[in-house]
T-cell receptor
Framework: TQLLEQSPQFLSIQEGENLTVYCNSSSVFSSLQWYRQEPGEGPVLLVTVVTGGEVKKLKRLTFQFGDARKDSSLHITAAQPGDTGLYLCAGANNDMRFGAGTRLTVKP | EAGVTQSPTHLIKTRGQQVTLRCSPISGHTSVYWYQQALGLGLQFLLWYDEGEERNRGNFPPRFSGRQFPNYSSELNVNALELEDSALYLC??????????FGSGTRLTVV
């Protein structure tokens, strides 16, 4: 059983569409990170959120940390084929635990 | 600045053999983390080393072990390999728990 549950597991959309992926847990975290991983590579850090209710924007990506610091969402506006990849959330306390990821495919 | 480097990149071993994977963290990073990423299972936490000490361990059997050297590089050892040990083994380093920098991983195949 994963400590962090990510949904959906798979998502396939057309270029230009918007999407939201979710990361949920029953545990409280001191911080939460989002990573993107491409085939054959290690995950790359996108953002760290620390404060409950925090919203961070990175170009077309918007990240939100839940008020109770147990969950998070990632919203992508006007998705592009370059956004294709595995999106992982990770919660930090003494160490970092990862969700299983959302595999996003953006078709041209 | 060099990133996290892992070696080897690929490895094929026979069931029952032993393997050693290596990781060099980003210069100045004292913490090294090891994760196993099997197909479809996400990243499973293996081990955390900081300042040469094992700080935490995931839910893996004792045949998974490792160490961290004075220069903060690290080794992951797996004894008595089993078929289900086939996975991508990822190493990450950090200064504090605000985000990890990962290497590209070692792809281990056990046949």
């Amino acid at each position: 059983t994963q400590l962090l549950e990510q949904s959906p597991q798979f998502l396939s959309i057309q270029e230009g569409e918007n999407l939201t992926v979710y990361c949920n847990s029953s545990s409280v975290f001191s911080s939460l990170q989002w990573y993107r991983q491409e085939p054959g590579e290690g995950p790359v850090l996108l953002v760290t959120v620390v404060t409950g209710g925090e919203v961070k924007k990175l170009k077309r990506l918007t990240f939100q940390f839940g008020d109770a610091r147990k969950d998070s969402s990632l919203h992508i506006t006007a998705a592009q084929p370059g956004d294709t990849g595995l999106y992982l959330c990770a919660g930090a306390n003494n160490d970092m635990r990862f969700g299983a990821g959302t595999r996003l495919t953006v078709k041209p | 600045e060099a990133g996290v480097t892992q070696s080897p990149t690929h490895l094929i071993k026979t069931r029952g053999q032993q393997v050693t994977l290596r990781c060099s963290p980003i210069s100045g990073h004292t913490s090294v983390y090891w994760y196993q990423q099997a197909l479809g299972l996400g990243l499973q936490f293996l081990l955390w080393y900081d300042e040469g000490e094992e700080r935490n361990r995931g839910n893996f059997p004792p045949r998974f072990s490792g160490r961290q050297f004075p220069n903060y590089s690290s080794e992951l050892n797996v004894n008595a390999l089993e078929l289900e040990d086939s996975a991508l083994y990822l190493c990450a380093s950090s200064l504090a728990n605000y985000g990890y920098t990962f290497g590209s991983g070692t792809r281990l195949t056990v046949v």
